[in-house]
């Protein structure tokens, strides 16, 4: 039985995947709660890690720690950095970086070198072929992280022209980097839920209450086939 670790950053983000879970359990660390069932024929353990990179990478690398997934999956919403990307589309990482290291060629000099990190192939392949049997919008693209609500469009464009990004999020770097440490494959699904501009507080705001169980959905496949 293969083991998905799932994050989520808010708990509108993570309460209706819970509902999918069959005899969940719950296990409490470093003030975080972990929730450990069922979903189809594979175990999961799902958790809230919090907002931002520090709150992200200690929770994954709790979670991989005491539970030893055979996957890790980090779910929730994120901004467009690129205009063709709608709100509830689906973007899948292949690749993420981070986009408030500065100057950027510090990631190119120092560790992690190059500041780049590959999500598995196989793993995204699934994800978007789940996309392609619940007929929904997904690209595979690049994401970029950092501490940082992105809600202007002049940082949005500077962002994108720096990373090359179509999304930006505020966890998805850090899981993929303690992921990559301890040789774990992972992925992040985000649903666009604004266009990380002027408006992108009362979008997210509105999406969070009304559209998240899509991605869980994504989810639900992965863990039964």
């Known amino acids: 039985m293969k083991t998905y670790g799932i994050i989520a950053a808010l708990d509108g983000e993570l309460s209706s995947l819970l509902e999918l879970m069959d005899g969940a359990e719950t296990r409490e660390l470093l003030g975080h709660t972990y929730y450990i069932g069922r979903i189809g024929g594979s175990r999961v353990v799902a958790t809230v890690s919090g907002v931002g990179k520090v709150n992200a990478a200690v929770t994954c690398m709790s979670l991989i720690g005491a539970f030893q997934p055979d996957f890790v999956l980090n779910i929730g919403l994120g901004g467009a950095l690129d205009d063709a990307l709608r709100l509830g589309d689906i973007t899948v990482a292949d690749t993420v970086t981070y986009h408030d ?9 120092y560790y992690p070198e190059g500041g780049r990190f590959h999500a598995d192939r196989d793993l995204n392949r699934r994800i978007t072929e789940a996309c392609a049997r619940l007929g929904e919008p997904c690209r595979l693209c690049t994401v970029a992280t950092g501490d940082q609500f992105i ?8 962002i994108r022209a720096a990373t090359g990004a179509a999304c930006c999020e505020m966890e998805g770097g850090a899981i993929a980097q303690v992921c990559v440490m301890h040789g774990v494959p992972f992925s992040v699904i985000r649903m666009i839920s604004d266009s990380a501009d002027e408006a992108a507080d009362d979008s997210f705001d509105r999406f969070l209450k009304t559209s998240v169980k899509t991605y869980n959905q994504i989810v639900k496949m992965l863990c039964e086939a």
């Open 101 to 109: 290291i500065c100057p950027g060629d510090i990631l190119d000099n």
């Open 151 to 158: 809600e202007s469009t002049e940082r949005k464009n500077a």
